[in-house]
Every structure is written in structure tokens, then in C-alpha cells.
């Protein structure tokens, strides 16, 4: 194929090139070596190079694998859930009522940002534990006897975290797919007959679907394989698959398993996102930008 | 016109913080009438629709629809709809979602409903167009697409904001005849906010122009043409010469006045203003197609006086002369029919400029 390109393509070629370059090598080719590496097998300190299924094998069936695969799309989606059901009354708030200052709302959303991710996690500890701040308070209002253990190193724990944790990147998306909307849009809904809640239904909650589309799959996707979260607040009740394909490549020494495991969780992650999207796009209508 | 009125405006008023948007609106308008309300931007009449839809609530006084006071009634249940400027076409929705709207609240079947749109859609002249997608569509039709939606509701009154301002001006012009068709067919009432003196002249049965929150002068548009009342409004609707003029005297008949570039004239009194008193006037003001070049010898007018031709704007059909009057400082616009045989007349020829009393309108 004879590559012609016209100068306005080479110009935007040249552009995109150092970020195409960059995501080349930090994105594709690592996963292309994470491909690979899932066909084939870990002989102790060697790599043995013969292509097998061996490791899809054991991804898919053995119990152990699906359990933590089961638990992490489940945690991910009672998060993504929560925090997005959360999230649209923030962005809706801030999009239909704040009239002055938006900028700083905005800015404030973003504050648990200032501090690093680990330290969020941490500082839920500290909220959430045995004698945390949560526990003691409640204790000493006299609303519980002893101090509740079901906050703290479990799935409940690392629900907590992490829709506080993603908040503001459904916060975001939500927002700006409101204030989009043209406010005469309500207005037209209103003087044809729509009270408040059926004109939310019929015209703001659909115009604002490509914002609440994005939420889902910004917080779903990062959310399975997070590790850190359930490391720390989860216990061993709270272990995701990301842990388990830490695992393999660190401990247990079977980078090929943890491999395996980590395309499979793509996949499935890849096809919820599609589905969302799809879904997405029908509840949506026929909203073009 | 006798027909009982529809909308009544009592004192009414508007502020937003300090600002006083509206203040002493009072207004009757009848039923099937098409009425415009016709001012420059920030004036007031945007602010004075929305009232009527019901987006905004009076700060004063009180909007009556169909014999019903509006007070506290929200806009959705208001015998009004709306025509925004912007169309507010539903971009989730197709042009049959969109006219179709309002109609899912009604009790009505399935097929009823798409009767109705079909319908509304053939009135608009956009029958077969339902399925489209509305960015499929181009201006003028997302105008037709929001006029049915508002037309399919029956409502008894339909409120059009500037519906016409983003569309070319041949387009506009179309479509200023077609509404107006439209609107005399069906004998709904319909109130049109516009900035546009021309489109509101050739549409409306009677206009409310608007300065400053208040209605300067409501009447139809001949008689806001021919006699309007304050300087300001005449200046507003087409072009007026206006010159300096002092009444001399004043006998049953009429007035005596004097412009010093022209002549004097008497005012027969059914040409003075009411609540205008004579010895206040302080100017004049005449059309410049009521003033007439004397090309030819042999023609004569009522009253004539001399010029000079300063400049020339040549239309096609007219031609615009900006002309000195001999002696005065003072320079008018003359209008003048275009025809055969005739050539314009270049800058510095001298004129005789005819004009008539009873084309004169007075100002304080």
C-alpha cells in the first residue's frame, strides 16, 4: 500500500507522534508482553517458551479463580453503583443550583486529591477501625455497646473506600454532560406540560446520559483490578483478583498464571464496558453532539 | 376588532435585584389577535413573554389568561406554549418525539397520537417528516418542528420568541407571510416578541412597542406608523425626518404651526395627538415618502419649498435622497419612487421638495 498523506495529515501525524510513541511502548507493548507471557509456562527460575493453554486452564477452572473474579466484578459494581447514584445529585446540584463561584466547588471536589491515594486508604483505617474514630464516637454517644466489625477488613470496608475514592471522576463527567444541556430544553419540557420529576425522566436524565455512561466505566474499569484498597481495608474477605495476580507474579513465582489471569479479567472487564456502553447509548436515544 | 380579550397585563412588574425589567405593563390582548411586542434589546419584552409562559413570576401586578388569574400557576399548566428562540428541539427525541411531547400527558391512544403529530406536521408543511432525527433538520425546519409541537397542544394562546432571528433573510421573510397565514387560519392567538420593526409591521394586527420596561404606544401598525407618539417610537418604526417646529396659533379648526425649514401649516385637530399640548410642540416629524422631489416643472404640490441633493442611495426600485433645505441647517430624507425616464438626481442639484399638512406629525 502506497502511503500517501496530504501535509494536513502529516502535520497531525507529527503532532500525535511523541504521545503515540509513548503509548506504543508504556501501553501496548506491555500488554502485549502480558499476552504473551499468558501462553506460557513458569518451569521455577526459567521460562519454558512453548505455547500452551495451560494457564487458561487453571484461570477459568479452578474455583478459587472464579470466586475472586465473581467478588471483584461485584465489589466494583456495588461501587460503581453507589458512587455514581451519589455522584449525580453533586453534579446536578452544582450544574442546576450553584449560581456563583462554580470554579470553587469545583476545586473542592477535587480536594481529597491533594492527598495521596495510600493516605486516603489509611485514614479510612483510622475512620473505620476497632477503636477508630467512627467506633469511638458512636460508643461514646452510647449507640452501640461494643464496636461493629463489620466496617472494617471486608468487602464492606473496601466499598466505603473506594466510592470515596472515585467520587470526584463521577462527579465530573456528570457535571459536564448537565452543563451541556440547553436550559431551554427544560423550559420547552415545562410549557408542554412536564412537573419537575417527569420532565427529569424525559429530558435531563437522558441528555445527561453520555456523562453518567462515562461515570460508570471511569469508576467500573479502574476498580476491578485495583489492589491496594482491598490490601488494606479488606482483609481476607475483601481480596480481589488484582491481588491474586499480584500474587502470582510476585510470591508464588508464576508470572505466566498471573498472566493468564490478568487478560481474563480484562476481557470481562472489556465486555461489562461494552454493554454499559451499549446500554448507555439506548437509554440515551439518539443524542448526537 | 370586538372579540373578547384573552390576555389581560394588570400594572404589571418585574425587577431582578435593582434592576426594574418591567414596570406598568397594562394591556389587553383579544382573542385570535396577532399581537407583537416590538422594542430594542433589554427593553423588556423577552422578559415580559416569559412572564405569560410563566418561567418568571411578577414581582407586581397580575397576568389574567382565558379569565383565569396565573397567579403561582406554574408553566406547565398554563394554556400557553411556547416557540423558543433557540427552538428547543429535543435532541434525544425525533421530529415526531418532539411534536408528540406534550401529548403523552394527555389521555390519548397510541394512534391518536400519531394522528395528532401528522397532523400538526402537515399544518407546519412538514407532513412525512416524523421519523427524522432532529439534527437531521435545517433551520427553518426546526422552526416548523417547534411551532407544530407548540400548535398540537390547541393551546388558546402561543407565545413566539424572536422565532424568526436565526433564520436567512429570505427564509425570514417567507416565513413571516406563512405565520401570519397560519396564524389567520387556525385563529389562535399568537404574541410575538421581536426587534425587528419590519417583520412585526407585516405581521402583526397590533404591536406594543417597548422602551426602558414600559409600553411607550400600542396600536396597530398603520396607526404606529402614521401617528406615533413620542419621537423615540417614531424614530424606532422606519425612518423619520424630524424638524424643529413652534405652534403659532390655534383656532377651532386645527393649529397653526411654524417650521421654520419648511413653511407653516395648519394641523387639522384630528391629526393632533391626545394629551398633546400645542403650546409644547417643539417638533415635527414626516416620512420621507411623504415628501415628494419636483422633478418636473409642471408638477405641484400643496406646499413646496427648496433644496439642495446632498446624496443619493439608489435601492432599484426607490431611491433614498438625503436633501438641504435652502437656508436652514436642517436636512431631510426624501423617498422616491423609481420610473421610466427618469434619471436620479446627482449631489448638489437643486429641488423643490414638496410635502403636505396632513402628513405632518406633532412631538413635544
Request: aromatic residues 8%; positive net charge; charged residues 20%.
Amino acid at each position: 500500500m502506497a502511503l500517501k498523506l496530504s501535509s494536513q495529515e502529516r502535520q497531525g501525524l507529527t503532532l500525535i507522534s511523541p504521545t503515540l510513541l509513548y503509548a506504543l511502548v508504556m501501553l501496548a507493548a506491555p500488554l502485549l508482553m502480558v499476552a504473551t507471557f499468558s501462553f506460557w509456562t513458569q518451569n521455577y527460575l526459567e521460562i519454558d517458551r512453548t505455547l500452551t493453554l495451560d494457564n487458561y486452564r487453571a484461570a477459568w477452572g479452578e474455583p478459587i479463580y472464579q470466586v475472586l473474579l465473581a467478588r471483584s466484578l461485584r465489589i466494583s459494581v456495588i461501587v460503581t453503583v453507589a458512587t455514581v447514584l451519589l455522584a449525580f445529585p453533586v453534579a446536578y446540584f452544582l450544574s442546576f443550583h450553584v449560581k456563583k463561584r462554580k470554579a470553587l466547588w469545583l476545586f473542592l471536589i477535587t480536594v481529597p486529591f491533594w492527598t495521596s491515594y495510600l493516605l486516603r486508604v489509611f485514614l479510612w483505617k483510622v475512620i473505620l477501625g476497632y477503636n477508630g474514630v467512627l467506633n469511638s464516637a458512636l460508643l461514646n454517644l452510647g449507640l452501640i455497646d461494643e464496636p461493629l466489625t463489620f466496617i472494617l477488613y471486608n468487602a464492606n470496608a473496601v466499598v466505603l473506600t473506594l466510592a470515596h475514592a472515585w467520587a470526584p471522576f463521577a462527579i465530573l463527567p456528570i457535571f459536564v454532560a448537565l452543563e451541556k444541556i440547553d436550559r431551554s430544553l427544560l423550559e420547552a419540557a415545562e410549557d408542554l406540560g412536564d412537573g419537575p420529576v417527569r420532565r427529569f425522566f424525559r429530558v435531563t436524565l437522558p441528555l445527561a446520559m453520555p456523562g453518567v455512561v462515562a461515570a460508570t466505566l471511569i469508576v467500573l474499569i479502574p476498580t476491578v483490578g485495583d489492589f491496594i484498597t482491598p490490601k488494606l481495608v479488606g482483609g481476607t474477605d475483601g481480596l480481589m483478583i488484582a491481588n491474586m495476580i499480584q500474587i502470582q507474579f510476585g510470591k508464588a513465582n508464576n508470572a505466566p498464571l498471573g498472566a493468564a489471569l490478568a487478560v481474563t479479567s480484562m476481557l470481562t472487564v472489556a465486555a461489562i464496558s461494552l454493554i454499559v456502553f451499549l446500554a448507555g447509548r439506548r437509554l440515551g436515544g439518539r443524542v448526537k453532539p | 376588532m370586538t372579540a373578547r380579550p384573552i390576555i389581560e397585563l394588570r400594572n404589571l412588574s418585574k425587577s431582578f435585584g435593582a434592576v426594574q425589567a418591567l414596570r406598568g405593563i397594562d394591556a389587553t390582548i383579544r382573542e385570535g389577535e396577532f399581537f407583537s411586542l416590538l422594542g430594542p434589546s433589554g427593553c423588556g419584552k423577552t422578559t415580559l413573554l416569559r412572564m405569560i409562559a410563566g418561567f418568571e413570576a411578577p414581582s407586581g401586578g397580575s397576568i389574567v389568561i382565558d379569565g383565569k388569574p396565573m397567579d403561582g400557576i406554574p408553566a406547565n399548566h398554563r394554556p400557553t406554549n411556547m416557540v423558543f428562540q433557540s427552538y428547543a428541539i429535543f435532541p434525544h427525541l425525533s421530529v415526531a418525539g418532539n411534536v408528540g411531547y406534550g401529548l403523552k400527558r394527555k389521555k390519548l391512544s397510541r394512534a391518536e397520537i400519531a394522528a395528532e403529530v401528522e397532523a400538526a406536521l402537515e399544518k407546519v408543511d412538514l407532513a412525512g417528516y416524523g421519523s427524522r432525527a432532529a439534527h437531521e433538520l435545517s433551520g427553518g425546519q426546526r422552526q416548523r418542528v417547534a411551532l407544530a409541537r407548540a400548535l398540537v397542544m390547541r393551546p388558546k394562546v402561543v407565545l413566539l420568541d424572536e422565532p424568526l432571528s436565526a433564520l436567512d433573510k429570505k427564509l425570514r421573510e417567507q416565513m413571516q407571510v406563512e405565520l401570519r397565514a397560519l396564524q389567520q387560519s387556525l385563529g389562535i392567538t399568537f404574541i410575538l416578541v421581536t426587534h425587528d420593526q419590519e417583520e412585526a409591521l407585516i405581521m402583526s394586527d397590533r404591536i406594543a412597542v417597548m422602551f426602558d420596561g414600559q409600553i411607550a404606544q400600542m396600536a396597530s401598525p398603520e396607526e404606529l406608523y402614521r401617528t406615533p407618539r413620542t419621537r423615540r417610537v417614531a424614530s424606532f418604526i422606519g425612518v423619520m425626518n424630524f424638524l424643529p417646529a413652534r405652534m403659532k396659533g390655534e383656532s377651532p379648526e386645527g393649529i397653526e404651526i411654524d417650521i421654520p425649514a419648511l413653511g407653516s401649516a395648519r394641523i387639522p385637530r384630528d391629526r393632533v395627538p391626545e394629551g398633546l399640548r400645542p403650546e409644547r410642540i417643539e417638533s415635527i416629524g414626516i416620512r420621507p415618502e411623504m415628501l415628494t422631489i419636483l422633478f418636473d416643472e409642471a408638477n405641484s404640490a400643496e406646499r413646496e419649498a427648496e433644496g439642495q441633493v446632498v446624496a443619493n442611495s439608489y435601492y432599484g426600485d426607490m431611491t433614498y435622497y438625503d436633501v438641504r433645505l435652502a437656508g436652514q441647517e436642517a436636512q431631510v430624507t426624501i423617498s422616491m419612487r423609481n420610473t421610466a425616464g427618469r434619471s436620479v438626481a446627482r449631489p448638489g442639484t437643486t429641488v423643490r421638495v414638496g410635502w403636505g399638512a396632513e402628513s405632518v406629525v406633532l412631538f413635544d
